[in-house]
């Protein structure tokens, strides 16, 4: 099995671009989220979903948009690319409740 | 608010000592907890989790954590310490009637063993 894969693994994009950061993963899991990781502030959640066609806003939403339309994909959209969104990106996905996540190996995103 | 408090930025341990990584926590209900490890330039890797039953879980790689309730914590442990074992470790938390997709992370701790 594949697990989470995430693409790209590096992106550079300037102030005011779009782009999508894609997510799949083939484990049929329901629950995946979208992670950011900044130095010293360990993840935070962006979105997550409970399931194909429901998704929910975590902690740090804004500029973000995702869809779940199948239970493998979860994109994540950057709307209009920020500096303060060059990050580290993870998607994780999990069975439930009881379960650990299986994440990605991320998508280091620069804004300049 | 929920959060998740790993009060060292750094820890280290000579290899052989045993080591232990702090991990409190201020949630609603009755909180699923887990423990990830990461390598460089890796994504994050399940270790263990505590649901229910006994205090004392235990995971992958030697390591075990303590679940104390009346404390709030949840620290990771390994008797034995090993070079490999150096990495970034998180600690996390599922607040109680919460979507298994929303779980909150530490800020996390990074590990280093000295030889």
């Known amino acids: 099995n594949a697990g989470v894969t995430q693409t790209p693994k590096f992106q550079v994009l300037k102030t005011g671009q779009s782009m999508t950061l894609q997510c799949a993963q083939d484990m049929n899991h329901e629950y995946m989220s979208w992670y950011r990781q900044d130095p010293g502030m360990g993840l935070r959640l962006i979105h997550y979903?409970?399931?194909?066609?429901?998704?929910d806003q975590g902690e740090v939403p804004n500029g973000y948009n995702v869809s779940r339309s199948t239970t493998e994909d979860f994109p994540l959209r950057l709307l209009s690319a920020a500096p303060s969104q060059t990050s580290v990106y993870f998607c994780?996905?999990?069975?439930?409740?009881?379960?650990?996540?299986?994440f990605g190996s991320g998508t280091r995103l620069t804004v300049v | 608010a929920q959060s998740v408090a790993q009060p060292e930025d750094q820890v280290n341990v000579a290899e052989g000592n045993p080591l232990t990584v702090k991990c409190t926590y201020s949630?609603?209900?009755?909180?699923?907890l887990f423990w990830y490890v990461q390598y460089p330039n890796r994504g994050l890797q399940f270790l263990l989790k505590y649901i229910t039953g006994d205090n004392l879980v235990k995971g992958s790689y030697g390591f075990e954590a303590e679940f104390n309730k009346s404390q709030t914590s949840f620290h990771l442990k390994k008797p034995s310490a090993l070079v490999s074992d150096s990495a970034l470790y998180f600690c996390a938390v599922r607040p109680g009637y919460s979507s298994a997709s929303k779980i909150i992370f530490g800020s996390g701790t990074r590990l280093s063993i000295r030889p």
């Open positions: 979903s409970v399931g194909a066609g429901i998704t």
């Open positions: 994780a996905s999990t069975l439930g409740t009881a379960y650990g996540y299986t």
């Open positions: 949630v609603s209900g009755n909180p699923y």
